[in-house]
């Protein structure tokens, strides 16, 4: 089993002729993922890797069972882009577009909650599920064993790049990896860890979750607070990175749209404060993953 991906998914691409969405469709197809059609105003009618090209999402969905959409179109067409998949009956919807206005993410997060839509991203560089060879994004490039090996550990990632990281400490620690999800890097974003770790409770192939954190947010602390009140049972080790952006000047740029640090908010160390508190094993240093696994497994 897998969170958020199985064998059933039936995938369209929406901006297919894109530089990135090209490579994209490549690499997911090379790894046995099925992507049935693909979306580009005006290359209706073209192939991308030898999936069919539509006008619009409507004609795709005539031609073929769609029940996920992968998005590549520039940030101000995301908006659209969601919408038209929400219109046409898509209940799960990956954004890997990044610099999306963030009034449009307000926007359609709210009507995808309204219409029960789940929504990962914007800004995720992807989901993958090793056991069942299914992947959205660019996660993993075109060796993803290189990283994810299937097992039963469950990733969620801040980072896009620390997603691939993670999995090779699981990897290293001689583990294997159910689901691993980028969640994206924004301060808006459609599915939060808590709203992940609600599903990896549920999923009998994984016996224990590991997160990457940032400064930024108050996911931690709502992840912390979930884990105290029973909503997630199972082994949960965290590394909360950039404790040292706490002695950094006001007004210091971070790398992430999300990592800010406000009037105390989102500081690491009160992230790690609350996931201590709450019993979630919290890895000192980075490589530390691979002794608390050794230990809980």
């Not at 297919?16 to 992507?35: C, N, Q």
């Not at 619009?56 to 520039?74: D, S």
């Not at 508190?277 to 890895?283: E, I, K, L, P, Y």
Request: glycine residues 12%; proline residues 5%; hydrophobic residues 40%.
């Amino acid at each position: 089993m897998a969170i958020l991906l199985d064998r059933n998914c039936k995938i369209v691409v929406q901006g297919i002729t894109g530089r990135e969405a090209s490579m994209v469709t490549k690499h997911t197809l090379d790894y046995g993922t099925p992507i049935v059609a693909g979306v580009t105003p005006g290359k209706g009618g073209q192939e991308v890797h030898g999936v069919p090209v539509y006008d619009t999402l409507r004609q795709a969905c005539r031609e073929h069972e769609i029940n996920t959409a992968m998005v590549y179109v520039p940030p101000a067409f995301v908006l659209s882009a969601v919408m038209e998949a929400i219109d046409n009956g898509i209940k799960f919807i990956f954004i890997a577009t990044e610099n999306v206005p963030q009034h449009d993410v307000i926007k359609f997060l709210h009507i995808a909650r309204e219409e029960g839509v789940r929504i990962v991203g914007p800004n995720s560089v992807g989901i993958i599920s090793p056991g069942e060879r299914m992947k959205l994004g660019a996660i993993g490039g075109d060796n993803p064993e290189r990283c994810f090996v299937p097992g039963h550990v469950g990733v969620i990632s801040r980072s896009g790049g620390m997603t691939a990281e993670t999995a090779w400490m699981v990897k290293r620690a001689g583990y294997g990896v159910s689901t691993c999800v980028s969640i994206g890097g924004d301060a808006l974003i459609g599915s939060p860890p808590k709203d992940l770790l609600a599903l990896f409770e549920q999923d009998t192939d994984t016996q224990a979750v590991v997160t990457f954190s940032e400064p930024g947010t108050n996911f931690e602390e709502e992840m912390a607070d979930f884990v105290r009140e029973g909503g997630f049972t199972k082994p949960l080790i965290s590394f909360v990175a950039g404790k040292f952006t706490e002695t950094l000047p006001e007004g210091t740029v971070f790398g992430h749209a999300g990592a800010m640090i406000a009037g105390g908010m989102g500081k690491p160390s009160h992230k790690i404060e609350k996931l201590r508190d709450a019993g979630v094993h919290v890895a000192d240093k980075f490589d530390d993953i691979i002794t608390l696994l050794r230990q809980i497994l």
